[in-house]
């Protein structure tokens, strides 16, 4: 080992470290990263499942978190073999321990920028499938909503290829990511440069959390405005503002960042900034396939007696047909829930849905014909629907 290693022998670095040599932050590291792959897998499973049982197809948003399931594979695989090369301890021990050095730190460095790569493609994924699935549940008129979603889409979409190039080129030549740590084995390092590495790794980072909050609170104002009961809402709403813990996730990742910015016990601090990323894409899948999986928890939490099942109960809808009335489920006049087009795939009562899957059906006297078509994870209403004085079971 050269003499000239990196923190350097008899340095106030170098002591700390020497003092500090058998500590290991490997375990829990190992601990989170593969307790979020297996939730992200097992997620992606019942979302598939879910998908050919109760539409009987995959769409595209289905591929899309396959495929950010695909890159979280592959991070986890970079990140633990980094963590075989001595990510997650101190530095010195990392260089003293070094068998075939100096390609230990290297091939650690190689696995880090594997990572942090496919971070930008992994995300870009999630975001896009999630903002399908909005389109597919939501079919409203209004068209800041549209919008929305598609200028959502094409943030993300920019976004993730921007961001993608930008790591990937982060280093000119690339291989000067991991080849410049070549100096602290004390060995004259190759040419080469990095962009900085707070700027590059912060403001991806931050333009990617601000999408996140803003896909987050985009149906809030829809699921808000449908005319169901509360407790309803509450439920729809809080599935979909489950996507808040990747919105926290990627506010830890940018706290991790400044925090181990410029440090010099690189092995040792730069651990969490790879375990946060790859922890961040799982959540994110976790978060992702909570709709769509739907149905598979509804019948669960029925079966187990969590969640009332058979005949409806009064309460479900805040405007439940009464006789001689004909109250809407939808609003009367003009409204944001006019044109919803929502099942939400087993979280609205089944009678609904199997109501309002009928076509060519008259609803009340004078009412006229209203074409009404049932997918399985959304109900299409085409126009306005009011409902006759009879109760819903007798549309059947």
Known sequence: MSRHMIPAPGSAEYNIQIEKYDEDIRPQQYAAIIICTLAATLSVILRLYAQQKYRKKLSWDDWLIVGALVLVFAQTIASILSMVDGAGLHQVRVLKEDQNAPNGLLRLYTNYWIVSVLWAPAIMCIKLSILIVYGRLFLVQQRWFKYALWGNALYAAGLGIAATFIFLLQCLPVNYYWTRFLAYYGYPAPEGKCLPQLAHLVTPQI???????????????????????????????????????????????????????????????????????????????????????????????????????????????????????????????????????????????????????????????????HTLTHDSDMIRVDHKVEWSSSDVGEAK
């Open 207 to 369: 333009l990617s959390t601000a999408s996140d909050l803003v896909i987050l609170l985009l149906p809030v104002p829809i699921i808000w405005r449908l005319h169901v009961a509360n407790a309803r809402k509450v439920a729809l709403l809080l599935v979909f503002l489950l996507g808040a813990f990747t919105v926290g996730c990627g506010i830890a990742r940018i706290s991790v960042i400044f925090h181990v910015s410029n440090v010099a016990d690189v092995t040792w601090n730069n651990i969490d900034t790879v375990t946060f990323t790859v922890v961040e894409c799982a959540v994110g899948i976790v978060c992702a396939n909570m709709p769509p999986s739907a149905p598979v928890y509804t019948a669960f939490m029925k079966r187990i007696g969590w969640m009332p099942g058979g005949e409806p109960t009064n309460n479900r809808y805040v405007n439940k047909p009464t006789a001689n009335q004909k109250p809407s489920v939808f609003s009367r006049n003009k409204s944001h829930a006019d044109d919803i087009d929502l099942e939400f795939q087993g979280l609205v009562p089944e009678h609904k849905a199997q109501a309002w899957s009928q076509t060519g059906v008259k609803r009340g006297d004078g009412g006229s014909e």
